[in-house]
């Protein structure tokens, strides 16, 4: 059985060039790790119970989405100090002011997870949908 957590802050860390990343305590990346690998079980119906170790994409994967949990954190919390938008050199960026649902896409998890995806309605049972005539 593959035990949570799949991956260590110190391993997001490692990846990680992203400097908020970098500089994040243990114990929120531990939650931002966790906030990532629920994630992955709900996307793919799977709770990697069957492997003795978790596969490299899996991790991989837990490693992108936790990087962008925590990006998404540090940019609220900057959100919340009252900055809406901060430059450096000739880099700029301006936060959105809608509270949303962080964009994982563009990260591939698609094709990382796409092995482990349990389709279900391919679990033996039969469903029958009735609707009125």
């Given at each position: 059985?593959?035990?949570?957590?799949?991956?260590?802050?110190?391993?997001?860390?490692?990846?990680?060039?992203?400097?908020?990343?970098?500089?994040?305590?243990?114990?929120r990346l531990k939650?931002?790790?966790?906030?990532?690998?629920?994630?992955?079980?709900?996307?793919?119906?799977n709770d990697f119970?069957?492997?003795?170790?978790?596969?490299?994409?899996?991790?991989?994967?837990?490693?992108?989405?936790?990087?962008?949990?925590?990006?998404?954190?540090?940019?609220?919390?900057?959100?919340?100090?009252?900055?809406?938008?901060?430059?450096?050199d000739d880099y700029?960026?301006?936060?959105?002011?809608?509270?949303?649902?962080?964009?994982?896409?563009?990260?591939?998890?698609?094709?990382?997870?796409?092995?482990?995806?349990?389709?279900?309605?391919?679990?033996?049972?039969?469903?029958?949908?009735?609707?009125?005539?």
């Amino acid at each position: 059985m593959a035990d949570r957590p799949w991956v260590t802050p110190e391993e997001v860390r490692q990846y990680s060039e992203i400097k908020e990343v970098q500089e994040r305590s243990d114990d929120r990346l531990k939650a931002d790790i966790a906030r990532a690998e629920r994630r992955i079980i709900k996307y793919t119906h799977n709770d990697f119970s069957s492997y003795d170790e978790a596969p490299y994409d899996l991790k991989l994967a837990v490693i992108l989405l936790t990087e962008r949990i925590s990006r998404s954190a540090s940019a609220a919390s900057i959100k919340k100090r009252g900055l809406a938008s901060e430059s450096f050199d000739d880099y700029s960026y301006t936060l959105n002011n809608s509270e949303s649902e962080i964009d994982i896409s563009g990260l591939g998890l698609e094709d990382l997870l796409e092995d482990f995806i349990i389709d279900e309605t391919k679990n033996g049972k039969v469903t029958f949908r009735l609707r009125r005539l």
